[in-house]
């Protein structure tokens, strides 16, 4: 039985299990994700599977290309229209067992930071980021990505680098008392 959900409000998910990502059927694969929701004119943002091969979780975020904004991001009725192609796709391919959840919905203002190019689009932006070696989550801004795997950080004085392979979860972080003046000068 499929449980099909599509959210529009932002969750925050946590990293699967590494033994289950050891089985994870190739079509699951965050590359292979990123294309078929590529073609379906969207961008993968974050791809969380959980569960066991018999009762998968898929939770996913989408986004525009390049980023959505205030008024021009994805709606209800695009994470519908991704998660029925996506069911059709992963079903016909056997990626998921008799009794799976598919979860698609917008990133949500506080996205997540996961692929290089997310840093990239967010140099000198503030994350709050918890990885191998680092205790706890901390808030530091985006300096820069010296390379494809490595993304420099600085948290007050303290700059540093991490592995991207080594984050377990970033997001940005809104300064909610400049969105509200913004939004208000808007009126």
């Known amino acids: 039985m499929l449980l099909a959900r599509c959210r529009v409000s932002p969750d925050f998910f946590i990293s699967p299990n590494p033994a289950d990502v050891a089985v994870t059927p190739p079509l699951l694969l965050p590359e292979t994700l990123r294309d078929l929701i590529a073609d379906m004119g969207f961008e993968l943002v974050d791809l969380r599977v959980g569960g066991s091969a018999s009762r998968r979780t898929v939770r996913l975020r989408i986004d ?23 069911e059709e796709q992963l079903e016909a391919a056997g990626a998921v ?14 996205r997540p930071v996961r692929f ?22 901390r808030t530091a801004r985006i300096l820069a990505m010296p390379d494809a795997a490595h993304v420099m950080l600085q948290d007050g004085e303290e700059t540093f680098s991490l592995a991207l392979d080594q984050i377990k979860e970033a997001t940005l972080v809104v300064d909610w008392s400049k969105l509200g003046n913004q939004a208000a000068g808007e009126s």
């Not at 698609?104 to 203002?109: A, H, L, M, Q, Y």
């Not at 290089?116 to 989550?137: D, F, Q, S």
């Open 64 to 86: 525009i290309p390049g980023g959505g904004g205030p008024g021009r991001g994805v709606t209800s009725d695009d994470c519908q229209r991704v998660s029925r192609s996506l």
């Open 116 to 137: 290089a190019e997310h840093w990239l689009r967010y140099v000198g932006r503030e994350v709050r980021v918890k990885a191998a070696g680092l205790r706890g989550a």
């Open 97 to 110: 067992g008799p009794q799976w959840e598919l979860e698609v919905s917008s990133p949500g203002i506080e």
